[in-house]
């Protein structure tokens, strides 16, 4: 077979390769760091390259823009060398900005009044030992424990086996002059985990991460303990993504064979990288990483710890463990100093987990005189009401229509999504909005609620989400799956095909935001509250930052509330980690919510079927529920 | 090659093999059980067995007694097939008695006044939870931790990751009827050892294990927790002796390349072994051993939990660790239940280790009003003076002359050995006893004591322990390393050569009882009380078992005292294991006695030379010191 000669631009290196390789093959024999979180499925994208010179053969366009892919970008894992090419490898950053859900980065503001000292569990030590002699023959560990003690007022210390055998070693090294990191663990015990020779400058930064695990998204921050300055935020897809779009599957394909350890290593494998990126972009060292907070819901956590999670589909939906105990780095297999604290945030329940109380307190809700809402829409959606006084929470099994499956035309909020709709109440002809501008290939979540808000408007479809056949226009057809509305016929689409939106797509759509909505009706019966007694809408996870609130309010997916009182907060989860990784306090604060919180199960509630039937309708059954919809109906009548 | 057909007797199997086979080999191909602790060195004597007919060809016969060997014994991992052979295989225990140096079976008694349920730190509990229902999604370890608060008032329990992943299953098989295992570690803390489905009959035993790790044999204690019962008692040479004889030895070994690794493989396999034999003999899993308490030397320990041990050969002498804390079984590479506790036991400098610490327990002096001395002598000699006021303690390097090395026709005492020497008064000619009977092969440590006291007493050699070449009699003569005695002529010995003892020999065994003597003076000295004051001497570990103490005083090994004050008191450290393990009073008394022992550093005392080149005479410069030797002269001068 011939050899061809691979060049990537910006390294300048080149390799040989026969014919037939793949791009991603000759990449990792040149050493370029290209991404490949799924595997080279061609499933991620994360592999983007692009071609400057020759051509290849690429087996795979999922995930590229069409006019990317005539600018020569391809997947490397999909990409066959068959000549001579010169490859340019983009930043990862840019990719990452081009494919994660994230469209924006999230601004960090260190804690208002985070002292170092004080808040902080992990503590960096100073020691200076009187070295031994004939006359003092104390052992290295007492020697180093009394040391701590008188210099630093730690009494009982904790040690494991891994650390007894280097101890020694360090201390000569460091000529009896050490710097030892500890963490307080509870009433007067510390626990230590690592020394090293000579005192670490002051002005070292001392490293922690706080990690939230999402069914489809990981972020990790990459944070100083010292100042609370993040110095890199990463995301990545969820390895499992490839077993099991939502927890459901995901914990089937757990139960099964091995099916467990697999996931476990994907997720694993998802933080490490994630891990190592964070540390090459701030220029350190894993192993100088001493704590890790880590937030998530509970089939993640369990899958992420190996814990069997076939309980937690199963009526009546019980989780093994919602407050696992403080864990070691190495126990758990995150490539950080193998004797880190591993801190994974409590859960409340099997679908109420440590992403919602690490939420809740990112939200500040637990610590407010007035009642708020808090909302977090993912595959499932999850709901707290309360207060300074009380919590209550639920989740709806609201599936993953918002996040664009189960949806025909439905994609992820990525380049080439429709992310908001106009339709013209005369014509019925759409203006449509794209990620990253060019021409379209789905709609995403934001698209879709946009969609179904003007189409009921317009009267397009009724308030069961009927289509009006009788309209007059070529928008509104029968399709294969009966009725449907073309958002983009095919030469307006980067795949040639029309973008519609069906009439199983709207009763999906109308069942998932049913479910959204009786869970506020529930959670607010249960306390003998109405919504508009909560002072505003707390909105996390990063759904709720594009959508349109007001179409929203009209689909009656969220409360009818001036929009004013809807608070995007991103990603709440990651936030809530980042806090409790920092502050003790915040810590405990989670602890105290997760304990706090009474949890609904909706399935086991006789009015929730009631409440879910009422809110199968546009808005709703009840229209007194929302005025402002009525309003709006109003107006095209004057 | 042909093929030859290897039979054995008792289990009436046969296997076949080709010529040149070890018989090793074809009995591990039969599935015979054979030990082979040394690895088929031919060293440990362990896989003995009797070719009943047939010939094979042997390369060894260390080991075996010459009677034995005509009885067609031999070492099976040295025997190779030449032809058609019957095999009997002895069985192991009967193959202990022949060859550990623990010559009778030690009488263990439950402890007076044990009760499981006060004394004990591992408890057995029934558990009954109520099953999970809609109304109550309590996670799995939350419900079981509220169990057993309230059915047993455990308000904080510990648990492992591994556990954690089990519980769920456990509690689902059992039908929410579980036992715990938990043990208490302080305050009011628990942690959770293991979970078993269904309630555990309260009549089934609750496994633990007393092991002591000598430098030369490792014991180990099969105990029932529930009453003290020990189940079995099985012992075996360390496996680490094919890599140096001594603690010196073996650390230096472990420093160099991956020694350490080696050294801690070797003992782990040796208590692997012993635990998996002491478990068949009582018909149990190793994984219903919920509790280890290690008794052991400080290079034992180090070696064992692979912390290095360079710094115990060097000055000044530190250990990394004397009081290590409590691990788990898994951590550690014992197999027991993974979740096993394992308790180290204290020590209290390099040369004075937790055999010490646990031997003092055993001995009771820690308790005793009256001053008393306790002696343990194998490699080094460990001498603890004291009471319940007070307690010193010094090791001497009195090196393994005692334990027949360094020694000419110095052996262990096993088969074969001579350990009673008589010399006539007139004609100098020996009597001598043999262990197991027979011809004999060498000299013992006690057979040692024996003739040089004998020697002494006769004035075979002065007081400086040089030989008088003028007696007449054919048994001194001038041999290749210079004037030497001649204990058994070659027709008389298994081996066909003569057994003599040297003036090198000599030289070094004075040495040795001149710096355990030494070691008595400098303790006393130290505290300022005579030796005349200690009410008895405690003797621990198998040396002292059978020596002839008259004839130890009369060299000025042991100090000159009645012998109703010698006590031999057998192997110490595993009786104080035994102790630990059972009571938590008794453990905390351990630590206690590591904390009350002041150390002396004999080799940074200068006084010491001083008293040590002053017992370098047969029995001391200072006769005053041992009036019952000089009666013994006085007598045949009568």
Chains 1, 2 share one sequence.
């Not at 490949?36 to 010179?53: A, I, K, N, S």
């Not at 840019?94 to 992990?122: F, M, W």
């Not at 009631?610 to 402002?628: C, G, K, N, V, Y």
Request: hydrophobic share 40%; with cysteine.
């Amino acid at each position: 077979m011939a050899d061809h000669v691979v060049r990537f631009t910006e390294s300048g290196k080149n390799v040989q390769v026969p014919t037939g390789s793949l791009l991603s093959e000759a990449a990792r024999l040149a050493g370029e760091e290209i991404g490949q979180p799924c595997g080279g499925q061609g499933r991620c994208g994360r592999c983007l390259v692009r071609v400057e010179q020759g051509t290849v053969r690429s087996r795979s366009s999922l995930r590229i823009a069409l006019e990317d892919q005539q600018a020569g970008y391809v997947l490397a894992c999909q990409a066959v060398v068959e000549g001579d090419v010169q490859v340019s490898v983009p930043e990862q950053e840019k990719i990452e900005r081009r494919l994660t859900t994230d469209r924006t980065a999230q601004e960090v503001g260190v804690p208002v009044g985070y002292q170092y000292p004080r808040d902080q569990t992990v503590w960096r030590l100073h020691v200076s030992l009187k070295p031994p002699d004939m006359d003092d023959q104390t052992d290295d560990w007492s020697r180093l424990q009394n040391a701590l003690r008188q210099q630093h007022g730690i009494t009982i210390l904790n040690i494991s086996l891994n650390l007894l055998r280097k101890i020694g070693k360090v201390l000569r090294t460091g000529e009896w002059q050490v710097t030892a990191i500890v963490e307080y663990q509870k009433g007067e015990e510390f626990r230590l985990i690592d020394l090293i020779p000579k005192h670490v400058a002051d002005s070292q930064p001392l490293w922690g991460t706080a990690i939230d695990i999402g069914t489809t998204t990981v972020t990790l921050w990459l944070v100083n303990l010292l100042n609370g300055e993040v110095a890199a935020q990463v995301a990545e897809y969820n390895g499992q993504i490839a077993r099991g779009e939502d927890v459901i599957s995901r914990i089937i394909f757990a139960s099964k064979n091995n099916g467990g350890q697999i996931l476990q290593d994907l997720v694993l494998e998802t933080i490490n990288s994630l891990i190592e990126r964070a540390c090459k972009r701030a220029g350190i060292q894993p192993e100088t990483i001493y704590k890790a907070s880590l937030a998530g819901n509970s089939t993640m956590m369990h899958l992420l710890l190996g814990i069997p999670a076939e309980s937690i589909r199963l009526s009546p939906f019980i989780t093994a463990v919602n407050q696992p105990p403080l864990m070691r780095a190495v126990e758990v297999g995150l490539q950080l100093h193998p004797e880190a604290s591993v801190d994974c945030l409590p859960g409340v329940a099997s679908y109420v987990g440590a992403d919602i109380t690490a939420g809740v307190l990112a939200s500040g809700m637990d610590d407010s005189e007035a009642i708020r809402l808090f909302l977090d829409v993912g595959t499932n959606g999850e709901i707290v009401l309360g207060s300074r006084e009380w919590l209550v929470t639920c989740a709806c099994s609201a599936g993953p229509a918002f996040e664009g499956a189960g949806v025909q035309d439905g994609m992820r909020a990525t380049k080439g999504a429709i992310e908001e709709v106009w339709v013209n109440t005369n014509t019925f002809e759409p203006t449509y909005r794209v990620i990253g501008g060019g021409k379209p290939r789905g709609v995403c979540g934001s698209g879709l609620i946009s969609l179904l808000a003007e189409l009921f408007l317009t009267g397009v479809i009724d308030k069961s989400g009927n289509f009006n056949l009788e309209l007059g226009t070529p928008r509104v057809r029968n399709g294969e799956h009966g009725p449907e509305y073309v958002l983009a016929w095919a030469e307006e689409s980067s795949h040639g095909n029309d973008i519609v939106i069906t009439h199983v797509d709207i009763d999906n759509l109308i069942r998932a935001k049913a479910a959204i909505y009786a869970g506020f009706t529930i959670l607010a019966d249960s306390v003998g509250v109405s919504l508009e007694m909560a002072e505003d809408v707390l909105v996390g996870g990063s759904f709720g930052k594009y959508i349109n609130v007001e179409k929203a309010v009209q689909i009656g997916l969220l409360p009818d509330k001036p929009w004013e009182q809807f608070k995007f907060l991103g990603n709440t989860a990651v936030r809530g980690a980042y806090l409790a990784l920092l502050d003790r306090k915040m810590r405990a604060r989670i602890a105290a919510i997760a304990g706090r919180m009474t949890y609904l199960e909706l399935s086991a509630d006789n009015t929730f079927y009631e409440a879910f039937t009422s809110a199968l309708f546009l808005p709703h059954t009840d229209l007194s529920r929302f005025p402002s919809v009525a309003d709006a109906f109003a107006l095209p009548h004057v």
